[in-house]
């Protein structure tokens, strides 16, 4: 079985720029999640999906970044204009729905922000 | 509010067992897990345990589990360099919404 998969795996950028990461999670599963980790602050939750549909996206930091889930394999995380205070790793993670069910993590993007 | 606590570092020697520690705060939780990130990679989950569960063991992994102090514990035993690792506590708050604890590396000395 395939895990979740993101792409790319690593991104360094100037600010300003667009940022697009992409993940595909487990198939099946139907709940999906936008982490990011950082020394300071940790693993803060950004967005989570059910169903395609955002059902809390409380984390996210401001309005220069946007999720989509168009459909049940696909889901992207935008940063637009980037700063270097969104340097980070990005985890995607996803899951079936029930009580015992856990997450399962992809391998992160590593981004950079110059 | 919620919260998880872990000690940031834990070092033993090769061959010994190595105990990481986690309190939580939220008496309601039904499951609480460990995940392992080795460098550059995502969190893997190790194992989990339900509330009304005492202790769990999964070949070198035991888990223990104190509800009335709010304390978990993951033991793993003849600790070997493959072990090291940060790994991660976290609590179940909601249908979906994980609580994180900051994390501890296991630092793994010859």
């Known amino acids: 079985d395939a895990g979740v998969i993101q792409s790319p795996r690593h991104e360094v950028t100037e600010m300003g720029q667009e940022v697009t990461l992409r993940c595909k999670p487990i198939?099946?599963?139907?709940?999906l999640f936008w982490y990011r980790q950082t020394m300071m602050r940790g693993l803060e939750l950004l967005i989570y999906?059910?169903?395609?549909?955002?059902?809390?996206d409380s984390g996210m930091p401001e309005d220069r970044f946007s999720a989509k889930m168009p459909n049940a394999s696909f889901s992207t995380l935008k940063i637009q204009p980037s700063e270097p205070r969104d340097s980070a790793v990005y985890f995607c993670?996803?899951?079936?729905?029930?009580?015992?069910?856990?997450?399962?993590f992809g391998d992160g993007t590593r981004l950079s922000i110059l | 509010g919620e919260d998880v606590e872990q000690s940031l570092f834990l070092s033993v020697r090769e061959g010994d067992s190595s105990v990481i520690n986690c309190t939580y705060t939220?008496?309601?939780?039904?499951?609480l897990y460990w995940y392992k990130q080795e460098p550059g990679a995502g969190l893997q989950l190790l194992t989990y345990?339900?509330?009304n569960m005492d202790m769990k063991q999964d070949q070198r992994l035991t888990v223990l589990l104190n509800k009335k102090d709010k304390h978990l514990s993951l033991r793993i035993a003849d600790t070997q360099t493959g072990d090291s690792a940060i790994y991660f506590c976290?609590?179940?708050?909601?249908?979906?919404?994980?609580?994180w604890g900051a994390g501890t590396k296991l630092i793994i000395k010859p």
């Open positions: 993670a996803s899951r079936k729905d029930g009580r015992n069910q856990p997450q399962h």
């Open positions: 345990i339900f509330s």
């Open positions: 976290a609590e179940s708050q909601s249908n979906y919404q994980l609580i």
């Open positions: 999906f059910n169903n395609n549909v955002p059902i809390d």
């Open positions: 198939s099946g599963h139907n709940s």
């Open positions: 939220d008496s309601s939780s039904t499951y």
